[in-house]
């Protein structure tokens, strides 16, 4: 079943444009890669699914328009954002940062310290004592508290230590095995996409340029519009 529709998503940042004719389709439980180099339009076609910036085109989750809402009201139809640059709530404890984004639903806190222990080892502390793994970490399980259908995650791995940045892929891969939930994934790295991704959809200056199965995502297509 269809949980995320967009076609033909345009958007821009006051008079400049940034997303020229975006399309993509997610279903329930899917993970889908979103791909493509640095500035073709990852990001703004996140912002634009999550309500942060004007967009116009077809942009559907499970059947509810989301242009008609705004942010707030569209995460509460089921999205969880996890941000690039992490944003936790530094003055904030882990376990204060958790509960404040808490929704009814099966995360919990306990649940999010089985997924990533040290948050539990670390619940009294204040997120701006955490390392930035720790801190990446605290922003997923943020972001899970919400207990959306579906889950975004804004270059979750990078700038990360190579162990650190194991956890996370590990981490994505039970959530993938373990739950019903639909996850977007931005991030650079192929192969660890490839482990995790039933779909991928490449971005090129805006617009969608090739969408499919992951297996079918050949070196030739990567080299010319994800490799660096």
């Known amino acids: 079943m269809t949980l995320l529709e ?3 998503l345009t958007a821009s940042y006051g008079p400049v444009p940034a997303l020229f004719g975006v399309d993509l389709t997610l279903d329930e ?3 889908m890669a979103l791909m493509g180099r640095n500035g073709m339009g990852k990001s703004t076609t996140v912002k634009a699914i999550c309500r942060m910036i004007t967009s116009s085109g077809r942009l559907r989750l499970d059947g509810h ?3 008609a809402l705004p942010s707030h009201r569209a995460a509460r139809l089921g999205i969880g954002l ?6 936790c709530f530094r003055d904030l404890t882990v376990s204060e940062n958790l509960l404040a984004a808490a929704r009814p639903g099966q995360w919990t806190e306990a649940r999010v310290a ?9 619940r009294g ?17 943020r972001a899970l508290m919400t207990n959306p259908r579906l889950l975004i995650l804004d270059e979750a791995t990078e700038g990360l230590a190579p162990l650190v940045r194991q956890e996370i892929w590990t981490a994505i891969a039970r959530l993938r095995r373990d739950t019903g939930m639909a996850i977007l994934l931005i ?3 192929v192969r660890e996409l490839a482990q995790v991704a039933d ?3 490449v971005l090129a200056r805006g617009k969608t340029v090739w969408s499919g199965p992951m297996a079918d995502l050949t070196p030739d297509i990567t080299a010319r519009y994800v490799g660096v």
Not at 82 to 87: K, Q, T, W
Not at 114 to 120: A, D, I, W
Not at 125 to 141: D, F, H, K, P, W
Request: hydrophobic letters at 35%; glycine letters at 14%; charged letters at 25%.
């Open 187 to 189: 991030d650079k790295s």
């Open 29 to 31: 439980g899917q993970v």
């Open 65 to 67: 328009d989301l242009h």
């Open 199 to 201: 779909t991928a959809v």
């Open 82 to 87: 996890v941000p690039e640059g992490r944003r």
């Open 114 to 122: 089985t997924l990533f222990p040290r948050l539990g080892e670390r």
């Open 125 to 141: 502390q204040r997120a701006a004592s955490l390392s930035g793994g720790e801190q990446q970490m605290l922003a997923i399980g």
């Open 6 to 8: 967009v076609g033909n």
